[in-house]
């Protein structure tokens, strides 16, 4: 029976040990994860960002790691010098750093979009997008209240699941985010490239522009390369069939037929390929590519990754349809 005790005991505290392990290890995969990542970032200022993400998940584990030995050491081995609070002050140093920082960032970055709003500037977020800021601030700053207080009426184990969980989902998701943008980033640039017009270099914006009354590929093709609507994210189809002087439906079906995509594809082909141009200008060097992505059209970094899966998705079907298609004419030539 004794025996049974003591292997129990010797369990609980391996699972009590791993309570604060776990997490911290968590954190360092992450950010080893994107630590490969970062010579591959296509700027100095994604690089900072970045480096940024990995300097929050080292502090997050520091902390983990310290409340493990606050918590395992051995007296002969403990700090002379901690207070007998210690793993308390972690606990709340703990929750500081990881709901408070992501606090004051969105925050911060609310009031710069808030700003730019003001100022009538059109690289800025969805409505929609922009009151999820405030709403993940308030979710940020209710998790650091809830870890500060929970240290006073809970116990420590109580305190390092609860955390384990919470803090951990949160790496991960975090992690996931940006390594998945970065994937989609590069990945944008392997999408077959839009064939560009040469714009015409007069001061009149309207100079070769094809007025006919006609519908063609080619006077699209001109008003897209000349007046750029798709810089605009809430150019939509009836705008293009006011400019055609034609209607929606007509638009549609020459879109589809002339282009083998719709309306929307069509545009955001635009789109990505005016962000890979922007993003190859020395002037944008430093620049954030979600500022870049902006000034392409696109109305969010959402908007931008479902374009680019929908592309890769496209042009996979294309390759397969095309592999068939040699693997057809191949066995026809053995007959």
């Not at 970045?50 to 584990?61: D, E, G, K, Q, Y």
């Not at 500022?291 to 109305?299: C, D, E, P, Q, R």
Request: charged share 20%; with cysteine.
């Amino acid at each position: 029976m004794s025996e049974l005790t003591t292997q129990t005991e010797s369990f609980l505290a391996y699972v009590k040990a791993m309570m604060s392990v776990a997490p911290a290890l968590c954190s360092l995969v992450c950010m080893l994860f994107i630590l490969i990542l970062m010579h591959d970032f296509r700027n100095s200022t994604e690089r900072l960002l970045r480096l940024l993400a990995i300097v929050f998940f080292l502090i997050i584990s520091i902390l983990w790691f310290a409340l493990f030995i606050l918590d395992h050491a051995p007296p002969a081995h403990s700090l002379p010098d901690a207070p007998p609070d210690a793993t308390r002050i972690v606990r709340i140093a703990l929750s500081v750093v990881a709901f408070g920082t992501p606090a004051v960032v969105l925050i911060l970055r609310y009031m710069h979009w808030m700003r730019l709003k003001r100022l009538g500037s059109k690289n800025i977020l969805e409505k929609s997008t922009l009151r999820l800021l405030p709403i993940f601030a308030a979710a940020m700053i209710a998790l650091l209240g809830g870890g500060i207080v929970l240290t006073f009426f809970v116990s420590g184990e109580i305190w390092d699941i609860v955390m384990l969980v919470i803090i951990s989902l949160q790496q991960i998701w975090l992690a996931r985010h940006i390594i998945l943008r970065h994937h989609l980033n590069s990945e944008a640039f392997k999408l077959q490239p839009i064939v560009w017009n040469k714009k015409n270099d007069s001061n009149d914006p309207t100079d070769g522009y094809d007025n006919s009354d006609e519908l063609t590929r080619r006077k699209i093709e001109e008003y897209f390369t000349l007046k750029r609507p798709y810089l605009d994210p809430g150019f939509k189809m009836p705008d293009l069939a006011e400019a055609m002087g034609v209607n929606r439906s007509e638009i549609s079906a020459f879109v589809n037929h002339s282009f083998g995509m719709n309306f929307k594809g069509y545009v955001n082909r635009w789109r990505l390929a005016e962000y890979e141009r922007l993003m190859a200008l020395p002037s944008n060097e430093l620049k954030n590519p979600y500022k870049v992505l902006l000034m392409a059209g696109f109305s969010d970094s959402r908007h931008f990754h479902r374009v680019v899966g929908q592309e890769q998705k496209q042009e996979q079907k294309h390759e397969q349809k095309q592999e068939q298609s040699t693997k057809q004419s191949e066995a026809y030539d053995g007959q």
